[in-house]
């Protein structure tokens, strides 16, 4: 089966500086999600990845999938308090259904 | 658009007692899915469906969970009789059917065990 490792596990950063978070597959990656879950919330969608070497963006997030297919990073610029929050990974199994990694608790401190 | 939709949001049971969960998918969704998110882990795939039939059940524990969804739209996850280790977050998503369809939260059940 699938598994999926993300690191780091929890990141505290200072209002305004940037950050990556990686999630390293031990299979291929079909299809990579990154969803973003605030405390006592539902999962929200941020990208989708399924190319080698693709790269979406959104506002200050920018998701990269590396040409192997097997590892995947999100990174985000000038970060702000409303970033915080725990950031999952997810791949794309048979079926649409997602195995998730670990996720990564993001503190932003103002 | 309204969201998926569960309830109660939160549940606070003792023990070898039973409990359900409701979800109600965003309308026209055909796939419905049902995960466990155990505090500080991400979630994990207790059942599919694919309108009223399901697809994946592999990680569902069937000697104490049940889950179905009749008509094809809403559905109920139960667990009888509840155990500790059951303590967890039960979120429900819905997505259009195939492959590669972004998975809509709702934002979950938070199940104590006592």
């Known amino acids: 089966s699938q598994e999926l490792e993300q690191s780091p596990q929890s990141l505290i950063v200072q209002e305004g500086k940037n950050l990556t978070i990686n999630c390293t597959s031990s299979k291929t990656l079909y299809g990579l999600y990154w969803y973003k879950q605030k405390y006592g919330e539902g999962l929200i969608f941020l990208m989708m990845?399924?190319?080698?070497?693709e790269e979406k963006s959104h506002e200050k997030i920018t998701a990269k999938l590396d040409e192997k297919k097997q590892q995947s990073s999100l990174h985000i610029t000038a970060s702000q308090p409303s970033h915080a929050g725990i950031y999952l990974c997810g791949a794309d199994g048979a079926g649409n259904m997602l195995t998730f990694g670990g996720g990564t608790r993001l503190m932003v401190k103002p | 658009e309204a969201g998926v939709a569960q309830s109660p949001r939160y549940k606070i049971i003792e023990k070898r007692q039973s409990v359900a969960f409701w979800c109600n998918p965003i309308?026209?969704?055909?796939?419905l899915y049902w995960y466990q998110q155990i505090l500080g882990q991400g979630p994990k795939l207790l059942i599919q469906f694919q309108n009223n039939g399901v697809v994946d059940d592999s990680q569902l524990p069937k000697d104490r969970f049940s889950a179905e969804r009749l008509k094809g739209v809403d559905s109920t996850l139960k667990i009888q009789p509840a155990k500790l280790e059951d303590s967890a977050v039960y979120l429900c998503a819905s997505s259009t059917a195939g492959v590669y369809n972004e998975q809509f939260f709702g934002p979950g059940t938070r199940l104590t065990v006592l």
């Open positions: 309308s026209g969704h055909a796939t």
């Open positions: 990845l399924q190319k080698g070497g």
